[in-house]
């Protein structure tokens, strides 16, 4: 089976514009979670769909948002970009409820 | 409240030296599992192993080893006889049935050839 493929793998953009990433599962995986990694705070949880469905939620200002397509392809949103964006972005999908694969990640540089 | 850590954030060691990882966990749920990754600098997680809450045995994978002990709340993690190909960051996580997890802060492991 294919792994986890993530879009873009780098990215560059200027503070206040939006980006939208971009993560597409191993093939028969429902779920979709999104990890933002910074050396500061380590591995931090986003967000989580099953079935287009949000499951769970980190602790991240509305500015982070996400969705997911009946394919089970999922995209991540951050509008108003700000400098502390910068970070390494991790998608994991799961075929069950207890275990994830990860993606190689979407490096995202905020100038 | 679900917590992971690791307190180790760097270790050296020399090629063909054994080296462990340690990582200690809080939960009050009696249902969880426990993970192992290892992330190389290419930067994608790499899953090692998956442990469940009722499962104490421990196991053995070529030259790694995990201790899962309940009693201390420890799920430490042994590579016997080091290679260069080890140096990684090497994350603990916990996860519940919800399919949420908690990472530690990570080792970062060297290996000296």
């Known amino acids: 089976k294919a792994g986890v493929t993530q879009t873009p793998r780098y990215l560059i953009k200027t503070r206040g514009q939006q980006v939208t990433l971009s993560c597409s599962p191993i093939?028969?995986?429902?779920?979709v979670s999104w990890y933002q990694q910074t050396p500061g705070q380590g591995l931090q949880f986003l967000f989580e769909?099953?079935?287009?469905?949000?499951?769970n939620k980190g602790n991240f200002p509305g500015r982070f948002s996400g969705r997911q397509f009946s394919n089970s392809r999922s995209e991540m949103n951050v509008s108003t970009l700000e400098l502390g964006d910068s970070a390494l972005y991790l998608c994991?999908?799961?075929?069950?409820?207890?275990?994830?694969?990860f993606g190689p990640g979407t490096r995202l540089t905020v100038t | 409240a679900q917590k992971v850590t690791q307190a180790q954030t760097e270790i050296s060691v020399v090629e063909k030296e054994d080296v462990t990882l340690d990582c200690v966990y809080e939960?009050?749920?009696?249902?969880?599992?426990l993970f192992w990754y290892k992330q190389p600098p290419s930067g994608e997680l790499v899953f090692l192993i998956r442990?469940?809450?009722?499962?104490?045995q421990n196991e053995i994978s070529g030259r790694y080893s995990w201790n899962f002990q309940k009693s201390t709340s420890s799920f430490n993690f042994t590579i016997t006889a080091s290679q260069v190909v080890d140096s990684a960051v090497y994350f603990c996580?916990?996860?519940?049935?919800?399919?949420?997890?908690?990472f530690g802060t990570g080792t970062s492991l060297t290996v000296i050839p």
């Open positions: 769909y099953f079935s287009e469905t949000q499951r």
């Open positions: 939960t009050r749920d009696t249902t969880y599992y």
């Open positions: 442990r469940n809450s009722f499962d104490e």
């Open positions: 996580a916990l996860s519940f049935t919800g399919n949420q997890f908690y």
């Open positions: 994991a999908s799961s075929p069950r409820g207890y275990e994830q694969y």
């Open positions: 093939s028969g995986h429902r779920s």
